[in-house]
């Protein structure tokens, strides 16, 4: 059974600054690893998909990489600014027959003060 | 192209009552997906929805919750005589297909209070 683990729960940094969110995994046989920002009573905002055949997905100041070997992600957030403030989900998408089952994490709480 | 819409997006309700949380996907989009977040957990998958077919309901619990998606109109979840756990925001993701079912784009929830 997949299980998702984000670290940190929480995490507090002055604009500006560069930071990585972790995302772990228990099983490496997910088809791919998708990181999503949630707002405060809002759905899901999907930012990067890195399918299983990848390595990492860049956009914008966003850069997420996937190392299947270790059971691990991470989202790298460059110059942050206050806008960026949200929680940040990772979800694996479960491969062979469970290919539609997205497993979250509980996600990370990020403030980015100005 | 609007995107996933779910109503009621606020929805309160007694214990006992029953809940009907309705789903729209996404225009050309025939597979819907439910799922849950309870406070201080991760979105968990509860069902799997094509037209008139339900795919997967391993995620949904055995009693008081039901699922469909008709040939017509929205994919509807229904809790039947709510309890107090059952508060949570339930959300709603659609695909075009099933080779898709990793491009799912999400609704913005319902959030659900049982008093």
């Known amino acids: 059974k997949q299980e998702v683990t984000q670290i940190p729960a929480a995490l507090s940094v002055p604009e500006g600054e560069n930071l990585v969110l972790n995302c772990s995994f228990t099983d490496s046989a997910i088809y791919n690893l998708q990181w999503f920002r949630q707002d405060p009573g809002k759905g899901l905002t999907s930012l990067l998909l890195?399918?299983?055949?990848?390595r990492e997905q860049t956009s914008g100041r966003l850069n997420a990489s996937l190392d299947k070997s270790s059971g691990r992600s991470t989202l790298y957030i460059a110059a942050s600014q206050p806008g960026d403030s949200a929680t940040y989900l990772c979800a694996g998408l479960g491969s062979g027959g469970s290919n539609y089952k997205l497993t979250f994490g509980k996600g990370t709480l990020l403030t980015v003060n100005p | 192209n609007a995107g996933v819409m779910q109503n009621p997006r606020h929805l309160v309700r007694r214990r006992g009552q029953e809940a009907r949380l309705r789903c729209s996907p996404m225009k050309g989009h025939s597979h819907v997906y439910w799922y849950r977040q309870l406070p201080e957990e991760g979105l968990k998958f509860m069902v799997y929805l094509q037209k008139e077919n339900i795919i997967d309901e391993s995620g949904m619990p055995k009693e008081r919750f039901s699922a469909e998606f008709p040939k017509e109109g929205p994919s509807i979840l229904r809790i039947q005589q709510v309890v107090r756990g059952d508060s949570a925001a339930y959300f709603c993701?659609?695909?075009?297909?099933?080779?898709?079912?990793?491009?799912?784009?999400f609704g913005p929830g319902t959030r659900l209070t049982v008093t």
């Open positions: 993701a659609s695909s075009p297909s099933a080779s898709e079912a990793y491009e799912q784009y």
């Open positions: 890195i399918q299983s055949s990848q």
